[in-house]
C-alpha cells in the first residue's frame, strides 16, 4: 500500500504538449524551447559541459602554456586534426540519422504492443453471462488473470513496475493474485520467464465457463480465445523486444564515430594564431559557436537514440507503466462487473420523428456549417 501510494503522490509523467500545438501560430514550438523536464538541454548538459571545459583548457594550454616552438607544433598538430572534423572522412549523419530511424522504429513498436485488456473485457462482458455471484466471480477473474500477465510481463522488463513490485508478495498484496495462485505459479518449475500462466489459467477457466453453461456457445469461446491469443502476443513482443536488442556493434559504431568526431574537434577546431596566416585562420574568436552547435544537434541526436531505444525506464519520456497497470485492472473490473448489462432505458432518440436532421453547433463553432461537404477531390471537375 505504501508503494502504491508513492507512485502517485510523487507521480513522474510523460511529457505532453499535444495541446499546445494543436493549432499552427506564430512561435509555436519555440515555446516549447524553454521547458526543461523532457528536454534535450537536461539530456545533454553534462556532456556539453564536459566538451566546453576541454575546449577550454586545450585553448589555454595553447595560448598561454606553450613556448612558441611548442606552439608550432600543437598548430601542425591542430591542422591535421581539422582535416578529420570534415563529416566525409567520419560519415557521422549517415550513420547517426539510419540509427536514430531504427530505434524510433523500435520505439514505436514497442508502444503498440503495449498489452491493452480493452478488447478482451468487451469480449468477456459480452459473453461470458451471469448476473449471480458465480457470473460475476467468472468474468472478474478472467480480467485478472489477464492483467496479472501484462503485470509479470511489464515487471520483467521495465524498471518502474520492478521498483512497484519489488517481489511476488507485493503483486498478490496489490490484488492481482492470491495466495493459493501465488503456490500454484511458484510451483512450477520452468528455467523461462512464466508470464503466459495466468493466461493459461484464463483459457482453462473459459473451457470451464462454457461447461457451465456461462459461454453459451462455441463461437462465442472461440471469439474469447482469438482475443486472448492477441492478448498474449502482444505480452509475448513486448519480452522478446527487451531480449532482443538493436546489435550492440552498431550502438558502439555510432558512440564511438560521434564521439571520436568531436575529439578531433577539440584540437582541429581551435581558433590559431591570425598573424601566421594559416588557412582558415583569419579571425581569433575564442568561443568555437559553430563547432558548439554541431556537438548540441550530433550529440543531442545520439541522446535521442539513447532515449528511445529502451522506453521501459524512468527517464522523463519514457512509458508510464504503472499508470497503464492501474488503468487496466480499472477499466477491466468496471466493464465487466459494475457495466454488465447495467444499461439505461432504450427509448426514441431525440430526432425519430425527423428523416432529416442537422446536429447543432456552438457559437464558436457555427462557421463551419457554412463550408459545403466534401464530396471528393474530382466531384465538380469541369
Known sequence: NCLLLQHRINPDMTVS?????????????????????????????????????????????????LT????????????????FTNTN?????????FYVSLAFNRWWGQYTSFPLPDNLMMVVSGNVHGADERGRLL?????????????????????????????????VEAGFMTTHELKKFESLHSDFNKYWMPL???????????????VRDDIALRLLMDELNKYRA???????????????????????????FFAFCVIGRQFLNPEKGYKDHKLDMYVPVFTLLQFFFYTGWLKVGE???????????????????DRNIQVSMLAVDDMYQNLAPIVKDKHWAQRHFSVPYTLSTAAQTLKPAFKGSAFDMR
Not at 200 to 214: I, P, Y
Not at 239 to 257: G, K, N, R
Request: hydrophobic share 45%.
Open 139 to 171: 468474468r472478474r477473474t478472467l480480467m485478472r488473470y489477464a492483467n496479472l500477465s501484462s503485470v509479470l510481463i511489464l515487471r520483467s522488463i521495465s524498471t518502474r513496475v520492478h521498483k512497484r513490485f519489488p517481489t511476488l508478495e507485493h503483486i
Open 68 to 83: 612558441p616552438k611548442q606552439q608550432d607544433l600543437f598548430e601542425r598538430i591542430a591542422l591535421y586534426c581539422d582535416q
Open 234 to 260: 502482444k505480452c509475448s513482443l513486448l519480452f522478446h523486444y527487451d531480449w532482443i536488442s538493436i546489435p550492440l556493434v552498431y550502438t558502439q559504431v555510432v558512440t564511438i564515430a560521434v564521439y571520436s
Open 17 to 65: 504538449y499535444t495541446l499546445e500545438v494543436a493549432n499552427v501560430k506564430f512561435g509555436g514550438f519555440t515555446k516549447l524551447l524553454f521547458r526543461w523536464k523532457g528536454s534535450i538541454y537536461r539530456l545533454l548538459y553534462k556532456e556539453l559541459l564536459v566538451f566546453c571545459g576541454v575546449f577550454l583548457f586545450f585553448s589555454v594550454l595553447y595560448r598561454f602554456m
Open 89 to 97: 572522412f567520419i560519415p557521422v549523419l549517415f550513420v547517426l540519422g
Open 307 to 325: 532515449l528511445i531505444i529502451n522506453p521501459f525506464g524512468e527517464d522523463d519520456d519514457d512509458f508510464e507503466t504503472n499508470q497503464l497497470i
Open 200 to 214: 493459461t489459467w484464463f483459457s482453462n477457466l473459459a473451457s470451464r465457463a462454457r461447461e457451465e453453461g456461462r
